[in-house]
């Protein structure tokens, strides 16, 4: 995602780049549990913990004004009672359409597919498992003065995983041109009685250096259901072409 402000033109979740232009966002995110949530949405101690690692990267492209290309691949190093694993994760890519825009508010529809890697290709699962994925996303935003909010709601069909049913949620506030806050949540719940739900907080703080901007910042799993209660910090570094 990329800061608004002011006349600064508005590229996040829902709002397409201009064509001929990028960006790629490159992230570490070090996620540990020492308990999980039961099939209640109780707390229990997760024997032997667990711990999730990922290097990601997030491109996306402005094709044409109408149409952003965007691709993301992870690498993963995690642990838990029965194993230790490294491997590529899922790697996705997708169009993103946007329908309307205009000053203030904009909507748009993502289609991608991702191929399932031999690292976690969804928490509640063990590494490997999943082959290929299909999503539908639908996004709408609105921006403010000195800031925007983002509303995302998506089906991805899974082969070798349940379907699931996802819902995303950002609102960024700017405090100045080259600092600025964002607040996120990020849900989910997977087809079948009893199978897992899930819901993070993530909070992060965004310097803005020209072209590339850092970003620093806390995740927090908050509710769910068969799934690790986990946390931890993201780094990721920004850069638009």
Same mark, same amino acid.
């Given at each position: 995602m990329v800061a608004l402000s002011g006349a600064e033109a508005a590229h996040a979740g829902a709002w397409?780049?201009?064509? *001929?232009?990028g960006e790629i966002i490159v992230k570490y995110e070090n996620i540990r549990a020492e308990d999980y949530f039961t099939s209640d949405g109780g707390r229990a101690d997760l024997p032997g913990g667990r711990r999730d690692i990922a290097a990601s990267v997030f491109v996306e492209y402005g094709l044409s004004e109408r149409f952003t290309l965007q691709a993301k691949g992870e690498w993963q190093d995690g642990r838990d009672e029965f194993l230790d694993y490294q491997g590529l994760g899922p790697i996705e890519m997708g169009v993103r359409w946007q329908a309307y825009r205009d000053d203030r508010n904009v909507a748009a529809v993502y289609v991608g597919y991702a191929e399932g890697g031999a690292g976690r290709n969804a928490g509640y699962a063990p590494p490997g498992a999943g082959d290929s994925d299909v999503e539908v996303r639908l996004l709408a935003g609105r921006s403010f003065d000195r800031g925007f909010i983002d509303l995302q709601a998506a089906r991805r069909w899974r082969s070798g995983l349940p379907d699931e049913t996802r819902a995303d949620a950002t609102a960024v506030a700017h405090l100045n041109q080259d600092w600025m806050v964002m607040a996120q949540a990020?849900?989910?719940?997977?087809?079948?009685? *009893?199978?897992a739900r899930w819901l993070s907080l993530e909070a992060s703080v965004v310097r803005r250096?020209?072209? @590339? !901007?850092?970003?620093? $910042?806390? %995740?927090?799993?908050?509710? *769910? !259901?068969?799934?690790?209660?986990? !946390? $931890?910090?993201?780094? $990721?570094? @920004? %850069? %638009?072409?």
């Open positions: 397409n780049l201009p064509k *001929g232009q990020f849900g989910g719940a997977a087809d079948g009685d *009893g199978a250096f020209g072209d @590339w !901007r850092l970003q620093a $910042g806390w %995740r927090q799993a908050v509710s *769910g !259901r068969e799934i690790p209660a986990g !946390r $931890g910090p993201i780094i $990721g570094i @920004w %850069r %638009r072409f």
